[in-house]
């Protein structure tokens, strides 16, 4: 089988502990280049993965021959990043949170698509265990109509807090609890195994708390898709 070659720009905690290891350890996907400028990330990068090179820029890792890019830097710089990848004709997957607000974001998607370039989004957290056995239960049909859906993140806080490049604790770890909520909220409890439905959506007011005072309910009326809203 043929290895696609995956470039990845950045090598922070999400480069470095998320994306490096899923694209070594697919079987088709070979890590072809790293974009990271600073010496501490470059050795990190030399210790963890021998020998894969590291680059500048963008340009100097599309120059290198890759069929397509992982953006995991902050927050900030992730739709120019985007955009950038795009004009060069490289697929992307963008870490989480995908933009700083829905304008933005709409801008990337338009340009992937006059493009014709695929574009997505890194939501790790849609295979996590827990999450693929609430998806499971509740696609058996077992629980019935789900009414209430809580999930949350806790960490301890960093020193400093969050850093504003990554959006804040809303967009950092909210998109991760909105992305399951919104997944969760558009299954159709139904008897038997099969595939999951992610076509309608069977929630009435459920409310789902999370750390920090963020709340990300999925509030419908029966047969009717959710819609997230915090307070």
């Known amino acids: 089988m043929e290895q696609v070659r995956i470039g990845l720009v950045g090598y922070g905690k999400g480069g470095r502990f998320f994306h490096a290891p899923l694209i070594t350890a697919a079987a088709c996907c070979e890590l072809a280049g790293v974009v990271a400028r600073s010496a501490e990330r470059r050795a990190d990068l030399e210790r963890d993965h021998p020998g894969t090179p590291a680059y500048d820029d963008l340009a100097q890792l599309a120059a290198a021959g890759v069929d397509?890019?992982?953006?995991?830097?902050?927050?900030?710089?992730?739709?120019?990043?985007?955009?950038?990848?795009?004009?060069?004709?490289?697929?992307?997957?963008?870490?989480?949170?995908?933009?700083?607000?829905?304008?933005?974001?709409?801008?990337?998607?338009?340009?992937?698509?006059?493009?014709g370039v695929l574009l997505t989004v890194y939501q790790n957290r849609r295979f996590d265990a827990d999450l693929l056995t609430v998806r499971a239960v509740i696609d058996s049909g077992e629980l019935g109509r789900v009414i209430r859906f809580e999930s949350r993140i806790e960490q301890f806080t960093p020193p400093g807090g969050i850093t504003a490049t990554g959006g804040g604790i809303l967009l950092d770890l909210g998109a991760h609890v909105f992305d399951q909520a919104l997944l969760l909220c558009t299954l159709a409890p139904r008897p038997g195994p099969g595939p999951v439905n992610a076509g309608t959506g069977r929630c009435s007011t459920p409310v789902s708390p999370m750390r920090y005072a963020v709340k990300v309910p999925c509030r419908s009326t029966p047969g009717t898709p959710c819609r997230p809203w915090r307070s």
């Not at 060069?88 to 304008?103: H, I, M, N, R, T």
């Open 68 to 115: 397509a890019v992982a953006i995991s830097t902050p927050a900030d710089t992730h739709v120019p990043l985007v955009l950038e990848a795009v004009s060069l004709g490289l697929p992307v997957v963008c870490d989480k949170p995908f933009a700083l607000s829905s304008a933005i974001a709409r801008q990337a998607v338009a340009a992937a698509e006059r493009a």
